[in-house]
């Protein structure tokens, strides 16, 4: 005694899987992975062919072997007789070195490039036009060429020898050759750890204060100096622990014997060249991501602000930066993303990173291609996907903040 | 789809037919053509001239082999090469035959699959420091920056030569002979180091050659020689064959000048047999009997191609010093053609 | 009445004459106090900006003054310039056509790619600037046919054929439509596959027609192989993207998955790792007896490289549309395929025009890279032939200068109209 008789019961026709939407996705899907399992199964088995009849084999035997080759610029300890894979972390972490610091760099002058294209200052506007057209109309390759090439030019360790040298050390102790940049390096004596543990006690101290100056503003009104506090905070008990525990922390400034300059930290030519080229390159598109968005905010934002009394630089720092911010930061990341795909061309300058050392000596010496750029793609995708991960983040948090 | 028909277009403008595993001879023959890797660009050796016209002693010896298959000289396909390519090029069959001074060593010769037809130049590595330097030994190298270019052997063998002298040094890695040369005289590096043929191919182009030394070290054996797929044994004794004829050639003296003459029939068998007018060389390696005076008749005899490209009449300078005859206290000895 | 005026002397009868406003308060002076030293800080910027630009001047000034334009080496360069500081153009002079077509183009038929980059920039100009006649869009249809005669030669007939049977395919495209979009996709690549299978038979017989000298690709360099690379992988890639972006937005999940894990796999790694893969591994996937040459396996990867890219442009441009519009495309029950090409494709792809000509600038300056993997194109050349040669051994800031001008000069001009394209686009929404 049913109210209603059931829809009837449809049966399923193969027609359905071409001519009914709901199944024909699955039709669909379905040829398609049998076409791209096809596909690979066909280059799978050209490969064992092809490897076949040339009598090699894959095999990752390679990276436990000693490299046999040196490498100028380490994070780690490395030496010749290290394994190649030991040789391609000395890589990745060149690469990472790199791409940090270029960041770093980039956002500055991109920050700066970006700020004076829309100076009030005709000239500076106009530089700044110029730089950033220029440098991203021609491509990065040309520019590392040509920023090694002008790097090479600067003086060379021998032009600081002799009665009369050439070329003189800044300051004393700072050394610019186009062999690298030689600075000093500080020297870690008996009883260093205490300063150093007063030292960052210290920051923590000038962020407290800060943050309670800030408070007392809000709560009670009444306005604290903020500049000279933070300062003596900063300095004086660790200049302080410094001299009362008998100067624990030397300097060891670089100095020429030999050959070269001994002594100090060196950032070898390759890293510097590479690095600087880099920055400017990117720091022109970062210079376009930051323009656009101090554009992107709304005129009346600029005018309330005056109106409220506050002075133009006061203006650019309070109310415009802090919003154009949610507007250049993605941009900017996905910069430092091709910034540090662009490190790939540190081959062009001799800088050992990744591709130097993966990609170039260990595989030009095993002849193992296909693993040694195999490892080398798997490695970048991680770094990428890293970074890309990031974005993710801090866009799901902007986001947030919006709704 | 009007794209992807200019795709399809292309793949029929860049698909040669040829096998990459066996029988390279009829692949040559079929394509009229020798695909032979060179380096991008090193004076003396191979390098394009202003015309686009290769030139140089590894060129030489792709030249004379076309001459000896083919029976023309120019019907030889260029493909430059780097240290990364060069292997990846010759084992998936993109060139026939490899001549780019690369060293003769065991694990090329087993690991990677390949086989080296011969030697055609004795090099080893060696140290050009600037005069001013004061410098008269490799061993009081300690603590200098020397650039190297990479993807050779160079790099493991100056690692191995520091460390067993145990003195420091800071590589400085360099992709190209080009690049090398302004850091090395800006004097971003003490000391350049490559095969000593390289050097004096650098130096002599400098603005004033003489105000730099190489230094009396030569640490490393050198031998540089083309290289072929192995597995391919009959394409290998063509290419080692063609080399030892032009070498045989010097020692006989038959040159480019009176090779006409001399194929007319001479009173040596020996000579007789290379030029084809005795005995049935070259059907035992698939060719005509004619294949090695092509080969000859193509850029002369080792010496003269030597003498053209590199010798010491030419920018680059080099002695014969090792590449002498044996017959002249060098090491170059063709085997006996009989 | 006249008394009363001189009684009051304060009030004057006539206009005062106009007066030049204060030196400071004009022309030039008021233009440099406004725009230059407004206040200190600008002062201190603008004194150190015009110093560097004077000492800039300064330092090459007599360097490109002093250049020479006709030695025939650089040894002669320095002998004639004598210790004087001077540029050596002359290499430009001697090794223009090697800059330019690389080294094995033949020397007589130059003619060929600059003929086909002239036709290039007729055939774009209908595509960028809608105000043209769309009949110009005729020429841009023949151009693939016309510009691959052109560079690599041989017997017009195969450009002939391609194009023949591009047609008919299209012919039978439009009629077996009805039956299905892909249907009809699938019956017009038949059609055409059958088309030039004919072609290919009676080829033979038609080889000597209007005959142009055979270049093989190989023998294509310089900054001609770099614009060959960029327009190639550019104009191939855009199909591909428009699959990959439709494919990342689809709502199957395979599909779905392998174009992102397509996408975003091509999107992190550098473009010189597939470079590399196209240089030292790709030749290990194809059968033995295929023998690919260099320059197809490197178009094949850029492609790949710029149409991930390029679907992650279209992408953007395909969520930038209301959602009306896909209802609506529904709601008039047309079908996937329908409601793509009619509907939303035209209007994301008009959106995305802009990104889309930025990855293709990005892209063409990409090209250069292919210099690591010996190939010969503008820095190819440069770095290899050139310098290794003993007459220009150490020419360098001429060379670089050169081939970022040649760069800048492109790369400009493009990004100039994107610009440009940028602002249209943007009235026409508000």
Known sequence: MTAYTDPPKESFQLSQLIHDTRYRSYTFQFIALVLLLFGLGYLTMNLITNLRVAGLSISYGFLGQPAGYDINQSLIDYNNQDSHLRASIVGVLNTLLVAFLGCITATILGVFAGVGRLSKNWLIAKLMSVYVEAFRNVPVLIWILIISTIVTVMPSPRDFKGETPDAEMLFGIIAFTNRGIYIPKPVWLEGSWVVVTVFILSVIGVFAYRSYAKKLLFNTGKLLPMGWPSVAILLVPSILVYFIMGRPIGVEIPELGGFNFKGGVALQRPLIALWLALSVYTGAFIAENVRAGIQAINRGQTEAAASLGLRPGRIMSLVILPQALRVIIPPVISQYLNLTKNSSLAIAVGYMDLTGTLGGITLNQTGRAIECVLMLMLFYLLISLSISAIMNAYNNRVKLKER | ?338 | MSDMHSHLAFVRTEMLAQQEPPIKEKGIVKWARSNLFSNWMNSVLTIVAFYLIVKLIFSAGPWFANGLWDTSSLAQCREVLDGVRGACFSVLTERWQQLLFGIAYPSDQYWRPTLAFVLMLVAAAPVLFVALPRAMLVITALFPFVAYWLLWGGTIMTSVFLLIGVIVGYLVFTKAERFGFVLGLAAGLIAAVVVWKIGGVIKPSVDGIMVLEPVASRDMGGFMLNMMLGVVCISLSLPIGIMLALGRQSHMPIIKGISVVFIEFIRGVPLITLLFVASVVLAYFFPPETNMDLILRVIIMITMFSSAYIAEVIRGGLAALPKGQYEAADSLGLDYAQAMRLIILPQALKISIPGIVNVAVGLFKDTTLVSVISMFDLVGMIRGPILASTEWNGVYWELYGFAALLFFVTCYSISQYSQWLERQLRTDHR
């Open chain 2, 1 to 338: 789809m009007k794209k992807s028909v200019f795709l399809g277009a292309l793949t029929v403008a860049g698909l040669t037919a040829g096998a990459a595993a066996a029988a390279t001879l009829d692949d040559v023959k079929s394509r009229g053509k020798l695909n032979c890797g060179v380096t991008t660009g090193l004076v003396g050796f191979a390098a394009p001239d202003a015309n686009g016209e290769w030139q140089g002693f590894d060129v030489a010896v792709c030249r004379a082999v076309a001459a000896a298959v083919l029976g023309d000289p120019t019907a030889v396909e260029f493909v430059p090469t780097t240290g990364k390519t060069r292997f990846t090029a010759l084992a998936s069959g993109e060139i026939d035959l490899l001549a780019r001074n690369t060293t003769w060593t065991f694990s090329r010769d087993t690991d990677l699959k390949f086989d080296f037809v011969g030697v055609n130049y004795y090099d080893g590595q060696g140290f050009m420091v600037p005069k001013a330097l004061g410098v008269t030994s490799a061993k009081e190298l300690d603590g200098a920056t020397v650039c190297i270019q990479t993807g050779t052997t160079t790099e493991l063998n100056l690692a191995d030569f520091f460390r067993t002298n145990n003195i420091e040094y800071t590589p400085v890695p360099i992709e190209t002979n080009a690049e090398a040369q302004p850091l090395y005289l800006e004097g971003a590096c003490d000391v350049y180091t490559t095969d000593a043929s390289g050097l004096a191919a650098t130096r002599a182009a400098f603005e004033t050659p003489g105000d730099h030394v190489i230094l009396p070290e030569i640490i490393s054996k050198e031998p540089l020689g083309p290289l072929v797929r192995h597995g391919d044994n009959e394409w290998g004794d063509i290419a080692s064959w063609t080399l030892m004829a032009l070498i045989a050639a010097e020692e006989y003296g038959i040159t480019s000048a009176n090779i006409e003459e001399m194929s007319a029939g001479t009173n040596n068998p020996e000579i007789n047999r290379i030029l084809g007018t005795e005995g049935e060389l070259g059907a035992m390696i698939g060719l005509d009997a004619e294949w090695a005076k092509r080969a000859i008749a193509a850029g002369g005899n080792y010496g003269e191609i030597f003498a053209k490209n590199i010798g010491e009449e030419t920018p680059v300078g080099l002695a014969r010093g090792l590449n002498a005859q044996w017959t002249d206290g060098g090491l170059l000895y063709a085997p006996p053609f009989r």
